[in-house]
C-alpha cells in the first residue's frame, strides 16, 4: 500500500533553513509527480510546491516562490522540499501528496515552526 511519511520539520529561527523528506512506498514513485502542501493554525490548507509530473516542470505558491525548492531522488524514493529565508508566517505542518490512478493520498506531516 502506498506509505508516505515525512521527517525534517523542526523549530527554525526567521531566516534560517529547513529541508523536508517525504519516503514515499507502495508504487512506482519515479512514474508520479507529487507536491508539499501545508497547514497553519485556523487557516485551509494550501498547496506550495508540485511537480506537474515525475522530474518534470515545478510550480510554487506566491508567497514561496524564490525561496522553497522542490526536488526528489527516485533512486532513495523520496520528495524534498527546501525552505531558505524562513518566514514566521511560515509556521505550519507540512504535508506530502500523491495522487494515483485517481486516488489521494497524503503523509502524516512535519510542523515548521518558524519563531525567534
Known amino acids: 500500500q502506498v506509505q508516505l511519511v515525512e521527517s525534517g520539520g523542526g523549530l527554525v529561527q526567521p531566516g534560517g533553513s529547513l529541508r523536508l523528506s517525504c519516503a514515499a512506498s507502495g508504487f512506482t514513485f519515479s512514474s508520479y509527480g507529487m507536491s508539499w502542501y501545508r497547514q497553519a493554525p485556523g487557516k485551509e490548507r494550501e498547496l506550495v510546491a508540485a511537480e506537474t509530473s515525475a522530474g518534470g516542470s515545478t510550480k510554487y505558491a506566491d508567497s514561496v516562490k524564490g525561496r522553497f525548492t522542490i526536488s526528489r531522488d527516485n533512486a532513495k524514493n523520496t520528495l524534498y522540499l527546501q525552505m531558505n529565508s524562513l518566514k514566521p508566517e511560515d509556521t505550519a505542518v507540512y504535508v506530502c501528496?500523491?495522487?494515483?490512478?485517481?486516488?489521494?493520498?497524503w503523509g502524516q506531516g512535519t510542523q515548521v515552526t518558524v519563531s525567534s
Open positions: 501528496y500523491l495522487r494515483k490512478l485517481g486516488l489521494t493520498y
